[in-house]
């Protein structure tokens, strides 16, 4: 299992880079380091897409390894192929639905003149500046979509590393078994 979620990890990485660095290079190129509306609405669902989808990844593979050191002779039955695929088409469902949920009350924004932002890379508060709509009722959602897909999974991954730690410091080992226990959680 750990190998199926550091593969979509890695996935994930590539496609990060696929996703800034083609603006980013035709800025440093031709000193155009504006970005139109529609290219950054576009470049921010990908994106977000992607970092939602890796911080729910991040979480999955922190359960992972707390199954496998706090339950290890459980780890098998509980971490089998099913669970495996279901977490992580769980992660990239929710980064998906999650990001789309956003990009479409951004794109029902108005946007004042200039369309255009100087920046390589869009974030969604400078989208949010930039649109003359009222954002009074987006940015709740913004918001609780955020806490959602960043807070709760670097939760998860704290308390399953907590466990883990716990765990480790409670079995009786010499320093190197310690050791080599510590370098296998991480």
Known sequence: PMYLFLGNLSCL?????STILPRLLAGVLTGDRTISVEGCITQLAVFGFLA???????????????????KPLHY??????????????????????????????????IFCD?????????????????????TSQITPIIYTFSFLDLVLPFLLTLTSYV????????????????????????
Request: glycine residues 4%.
């Open 13 to 17: 990485e590539t496609c990060y880079t």
């Open 52 to 70: 939602t989808t890796e911080c729910c990844l991040l979480a999955v593979m922190s359960y992972d390894r707390y199954l496998a050191i706090c």
């Open 163 to 186: 466990c883990v730690i716990s765990i480790i410091l409670r079995i009786p080992l010499p320093p190197a078994g310690r050791q080599k226990a510590f370098s296998t959680s991480c």
């Open 114 to 134: 200039p369309n255009e932002m100087d920046h390589f890379f869009c974030e969604l508060t400078s989208m949010l500046k930039l649109s003359c709509s009222d």
């Open 76 to 109: 098998g039955t509980l971490m089998n192929g099913q669970l495996c695929l279901q977490l992580e088409a769980g992660s990239w469902i929710n980064g998906f639905l999650s990001c789309t949920i956003l990009v479409c009350l951004m794109s029902e924004s």
